[in-house]
């Protein structure tokens, strides 16, 4: 099965940088500690000072992700 994320990257690759992060090792280990993700998949949203706009646990659907990474954007571009 390939992650819904995938998809992201070709729609929102200009305005966005994503990145995946295994969970259970290194860097990706601290990430989820730091930011309090409790297991795979979870997703967040970080603006460019780090802080989080948004954040889910759990299977989501890519239209649920698309909405977030739009509203994200238009919180940042917007300066909010």
């Known amino acids: 099965m390939t992650p819904v994320v995938n ?4 729609t929102f690759g200009e305005r966005i940088d ?5 969970a259970a090792s ?3 280990k601290r990430t989820f500690q730091n ?3 409790p297991g795979h ?7 460019p000072q780090g802080e989080v706009l948004w954040s889910a ?3 989501q659907s ?3 992700l698309e909405n ?9 571009t917007s300066g909010l």
């Open 7 to 10: 998809g992201l990257e070709t």
């Open 68 to 76: 977030a990474v739009e509203d994200a954007i238009s919180k940042v």
């Open 18 to 22: 994503l990145r995946s992060l295994d």
């Open 35 to 37: 930011y309090r993700l």
């Open 57 to 59: 646990f759990g299977p």
């Open 62 to 64: 890519a239209g649920a």
């Open 26 to 28: 290194g860097q990706g």
């Open 41 to 47: 998949p979870s997703y967040v949203i970080l603006n």
